[in-house]
């Protein structure tokens, strides 16, 4: 892993740690586990092509009046 890219990536996203492109994509559905969320992540760089895990932790919520609906892709 770049550790130059890994940072960037922590503070903005969007770019693969291992080769800096913009070629990331999440493999499946976040998957909650307890208060963290795993997300399965690749780079579709060719030249590429890592895979790893991201545990996100919650930090935040926020309340709203009205309830939340949520449509996912490809189901609408
Ligand atoms: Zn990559």
């Known amino acids: 892993m770049n550790e130059k890219y890994l940072k960037q ?10 080769c800096g492109l913009a070629d ?9 586990d307890g208060n963290s969320v795993i997300l399965n992540v690749n ?4 030249k590429c092509g890592k895979e790893w895990r991201e ?5 935040k919520i926020d ?3 009205e309830k939340i609906t ?5 189901q609408v």
Request: contains cysteine.
């Open 63 to 65: 309340y709203k009046e």
């Open 55 to 59: 545990y996100y932790t919650l930090s």
């Open 9 to 18: 990536y922590f503070k903005e996203g969007e770019i693969c740690p291992f």
């Open 43 to 46: 780079c579709s760089s060719e």
């Open 70 to 74: 949520t449509v996912l892709k490809g």
């Open 24 to 32: 990331i994509e999440s493999l499946d559905q976040p998957n909650i």
